[in-house]
Nanobody, 123 residues
């Protein structure tokens, strides 16, 4: 098992940047494909990004492509989401998640979840 804790959320103006971190404990994060998801109030949880175990391959939602960059530091057992050119519609609770096997954009494919961190983008 792996335990995940997100941090780095906060309030930022439109056009600004934030970097989210997801620290893992229990098992090494290199054992898992890692994903980032977000959920706005009253909406379903949406895929944001996924990284292969090595971090060499990434997958992004169209809505964040070119603005967000996901990365991982397996030595630090941490995954990151660098968010730039933020828009009010990026406001949500952001979650990191872990799964075995190949990477996926399906919420239900992920086995382990953090508690989430709030990101609010003001206009």
């Amino acid at each position: 098992q792996v335990q995940l804790v997100e941090s780095g959320g906060g309030l930022v103006q439109a056009g600004g940047s934030l970097r989210l971190s997801c620290s893992a404990s229990g098992r090494t994060v290199s054992s898992y494909v890692m994903g980032w998801f977000r959920q706005a109030p009253g909406k379903v949880r949406d895929f944001v990004a996924a990284l292969s175990r090595s971090g060499a391959s990434t997958l992004y939602a169209d809505s964040v492509k070119g603005r967000f960059t996901a990365s991982r530091d397996n030595a630090k057992n941490t995954v990151y989401l660098q968010m730039s050119s933020l828009k009010p519609e990026d406001s949500a609770v952001y979650y990191c998640a872990a799964k075995s096997g190949s990477y996926s954009y399906h919420v239900d494919a992920y086995d382990y979840w953090g508690q989430g961190t709030q990101v609010t983008v003001s206009s």
